[in-house]
């Protein structure tokens, strides 16, 4: 049984704007939000998943991005830097609830910024990793010395698509869907170097967040409004549970956003 | 050309962020050269490589460093020079270090300075309030001062052959023979030196006595008038034959416009006495006694005269520098903002010239004696051409060339 980590969006809603997707005039609606919300931590725990929740806080409405949080491997949990100020309140509320829970924190210097799973996912034994918009290069390397795995670093170069997690969905096959336009062409070329197949996701589907999805075993929970990806990955063999979004959206994440895997990899 | 190390970690191979960094090197005109490399055994490992990159200037390196830094690069710290104070007025440090004429930067308190001149066989001096630092000669240094021992920190650029214009210095570079012509190239330097006073450049000539001797000295005086001197670095003795040229019609004796003339050995030593008795070429000229000739040129047009003297001068003429550091001390002063330099017919000065040359300067040195050439040349071996002939066919076809209509303003 996958564990997850979820929290619910009690003070969630758009009070800054640190990605093109976020206008605090174009607000989320609260009520709209909680019932997304919960609509997706009912689908996780349909998959027989068990959804840890982790008390929401006043004045971070960002922490209902629970994929930032940090990186589960095994028991260590590597925390997340963040990038702008506006998230670093949420690290050390992670941290402690990851203690309580024995987990074994793994720092990583102070000075490298890295935002956990949103940036961060493994796609067989590799570690994909995304830079440049808010994680940097460096804590990759970091990364690799504390899991001892191969880390594949790539460069992100679309802002709507600043997470790795937005553009790049890796499934337990060894495949993967993607945005490939998110990334520059290196990046590209080392995603087709270690993925054995790509699907490759619309500009138009892309945009819906579609590959911000949470991959459990056959089961895919996605936002709605892909319909292309959706019969694709039907065709696969896949399961696919789509729900709406759109207030989260409104703050650049979906549903893999509001997940983290507890851990993301037994082992490396 | 500026460089600085930069070191790369992790999966740089499998990420493609070695490449990618290597592009971005070249793509920004830069240069590399790979100085270590280690590519991990095991999927899991990490590779590493160690990269001097190079860029034309400091600001385009600067911002290449910043690219570079997103992609995971690490600028390396060089460690700082070593210094040691001179134990008494006018002695180095045992252990001093020798320059060479290149540019050269020390790393002092994190920062890269430029030692300015750059200047061949010299010791560095380091000013820490200034944060600069110079190349000394002997006599330039006073006990207590911090002079710069051993090799750590200290980082020379050679000159780069142009990438962005091709020049006559750029293809020859090398030294013409007796026996082989010299028309083409007297014809390139020309239109390398009216590009050189377009761009606003300091062109000097370094005069020897055969000029006059050869009947050159109109071709010369033609250049002055063109515009092509700046500056004219001259002994007594190139004095001493241009007046007597111009007042006597000989030089030592010998009537250089007239075939197979001698006579009239004592002219130079009365042209020197006319000079003294003038108060000095200047006042010569002022006086009408010089009314031709290269000084007289010289004066008209402006062009700054640097005189220095010899043992076996007569005289002196006023205005000759016969203190030898003193001497040195002027000609440094008056040869570090120079481009171009032609070293016309003397051995002794040329060599004295071209070691103290900046890199930078293009030289031509003509002489009729190859070995002289030669040992002129070595000093600037990357923008130097030297002609072995007759200076006087060489400033005819030259001063023939720059004076043609076309190329007059």
């Given amino acids: 049984m996958r564990e997850l980590l979820l929290c619910p969006p009690d003070y969630y809603g758009i009070e800054y704007e640190i990605n093109p997707w976020m206008n605090r005039a174009r607000g989320a609606e609260a009520a709209l939000a909680q019932k997304q919300w919960k609509q997706l931590h009912a689908r996780l725990s349909n998959l027989d998943c068990e959804v840890h929740l982790i008390s929401p806080q006043p004045g971070l409405p960002d922490m209902v991005f629970t994929a930032n949080a940090g990186l589960t491997v095994g028991r260590k949990f590597i925390p997340s830097n963040f990038r702008h100020k506006e998230r670093a309140g949420e690290q050390p509320f992670f941290a402690k609830w990851m203690e309580q829970r024995r987990y074994e924190?793994?720092?990583?210097?102070?000075?490298?910024?890295?935002?956990?799973?949103?940036?961060?996912?493994?796609?067989?034994?590799?570690?994909?990793?995304?830079?440049?918009?808010?994680?940097?290069?460096?804590?990759?390397?970091?990364?690799?010395?504390?899991?001892?795995?191969?880390?594949?670093?790539?460069?992100?170069?679309?802002?709507?698509?600043?997470?790795?997690?937005t553009c790049f969905c890796p499934l337990p096959d060894g495949m993967a869907f993607w945005f490939p336009s998110a990334f520059d062409d290196y990046g590209q070329r080392a995603i087709r170097e270690h993925v054995s197949g790509l699907i490759d996701v619309s500009p138009e589907e892309a945009?819906?967040?579609s590959c911000n999805a949470v991959v459990i075993e056959r089961d895919i929970v996605l936002p709605e409004g892909a319909p292309r990806l959706v019969a694709t990955l039907q065709e696969s063999g896949y399961r696919c549970h789509e729900l709406p979004m759109s207030e989260f959206i409104k703050a650049g994440g979906a549903c893999k956003c509001l997940t983290l895997f507890m851990p993301q990899r037994e082992s490396v | 050309m500026v460089s600085e190390t930069i070191e790369?970690?992790?999966?740089?191979?499998?990420?493609?962020?070695?490449?990618?960094?290597?592009?971005?090197?070249?793509?920004?005109?830069?240069?590399?050269?790979?100085?270590?490399i280690k590519i991990g055994e095991?999927?899991?490992?990490?590779?590493?490589?160690?990269?001097?990159v190079s860029a034309e200037t400091s600001e385009a390196l600067d911002e290449?460093?910043?690219?570079?830094?997103?992609?995971?690069?690490?600028?390396?710290?060089?460690?700082?020079?070593?210094?040691?104070?001179?134990?008494?007025?006018?002695?180095?440090?045992?252990?001093?270090?020798?320059?060479?004429?290149?540019?050269?930067?020390?790393?002092?308190?994190?920062?890269?300075?430029?030692?300015?001149?750059?200047?061949?066989n010299s010791a560095i001096a380091l000013d820490r309030k200034k944060e600069s630092a110079r190349a000394v000669k002997f006599f330039d240094v006073t006990k207590g001062d911090e002079i710069v021992v051993g090799h750590q920190g200290i980082r020379v650029v050679p000159v780069q052959r142009s990438t962005t214009r091709t020049d006559i210095f750029q293809f020859i570079n090398t030294i013409v023979d007796a026996d082989e012509p010299k028309s083409?190239?007297?014809?390139?330097?020309?239109?390398?030196?009216?590009?050189?006073?377009?761009a606003k450049g300091e062109i000097a000539i370094v005069a020897g006595p055969a000029i006059v001797r050869t009947g050159a000295a109109d071709h010369l005086v033609r250049l002055i008038e063109a515009g092509y001197v700046d500056r004219l670095f001259a002994g007594n003795s190139f004095v001493a034959y241009d007046v007597e040229h111009t007042l006597f019609g000989t030089s030592l004796g010998m009537n250089p416009d007239l075939a197979f003339t001698r006579g009239g050995h004592e002219n130079h030593l009365r042209a020197i006495n006319t000079i003294r008795e003038a108060g000095g070429i200047f006042a010569a000229v002022r006086k009408k006694i010089l009314t031709r000739g290269v000084m007289y040129a010289c004066v008209l047009h402006d062009v700054d005269i640097v005189l220095t003297g010899a043992i076996r001068d007569e005289g002196p003429i006023p205005?000759?520098?016969?203190?030898?550091?003193?001497?040195?001390?002027?000609?440094?002063?008056?040869?570090?903002?120079?481009?171009?330099?032609?070293?016309?017919?003397?051995?002794?000065?040329?060599?004295?010239?071209?070691?103290?040359?900046?890199p930078t300067a293009k030289t031509v040195?003509?002489?009729?004696?190859?070995?002289?050439?030669?040992?002129?040349?070595?000093?600037?071996?990357?923008?130097?051409?030297?002609?072995?002939?007759?200076?006087?066919?060489?400033?005819?076809e030259l001063a023939d060339y720059v004076s043609e209509p076309r190329l007059r303003e």
């Fill in chain 1, 207 to 209: 945009t819906h967040f």
């Fill in chain 2, 42 to 52: 095991r999927r899991a490992d990490q590779s590493f490589a160690r990269i001097e």
């Fill in chain 1, 105 to 165: 924190v793994n720092w990583l210097p102070e000075n490298l910024y890295f935002e956990g799973e949103g940036d961060a996912l493994f796609g067989g034994d590799a570690l994909f990793c995304g830079y440049k918009f808010r994680s940097d290069i460096q804590s990759h390397r970091a990364l690799s010395d504390i899991l001892g795995c191969l880390v594949i670093s790539v460069e992100l170069v679309d802002p709507r698509f600043y997470h790795l997690d």
């Fill in chain 2, 64 to 120: 290449l460093m910043l690219r570079l830094r997103q992609h995971g690069a690490e600028v390396i710290e060089r460690a700082n020079v070593q210094l040691a104070t001179a134990p008494v007025d006018g002695v180095f440090p045992g252990d001093f270090y020798v320059t060479t004429n290149q540019q050269t930067f020390v790393r002092f308190g994190g920062k890269e300075i430029e030692v300015r001149p750059a200047m061949l």
């Fill in chain 2, 184 to 198: 083409a190239i007297v014809r390139e330097l020309g239109e390398e030196l009216r590009r050189a006073r377009t």
């Fill in chain 2, 365 to 396: 040195c003509v002489d009729i004696d190859p070995s002289a050439v030669e040992r002129a040349i070595e000093h600037q071996p990357l923008q130097s051409i030297g002609l072995v002939t007759d200076v006087e066919p060489f400033l005819r």
């Fill in chain 2, 8 to 36: 790369l970690r992790g999966h740089i191979i499998d990420s493609l962020i070695l490449p990618k960094v290597l592009d971005q090197i070249l793509t920004h005109g830069a240069n590399f050269k790979i100085g270590e």
């Fill in chain 2, 319 to 358: 205005g000759v520098t016969t203190d030898i550091i003193e001497a040195q001390k002027i000609m440094r002063q008056k040869l570090a903002d120079l481009s171009h330099v032609m070293l016309l017919a003397t051995v002794q000065h040329s060599l004295a010239v071209a070691s103290m040359l900046a």
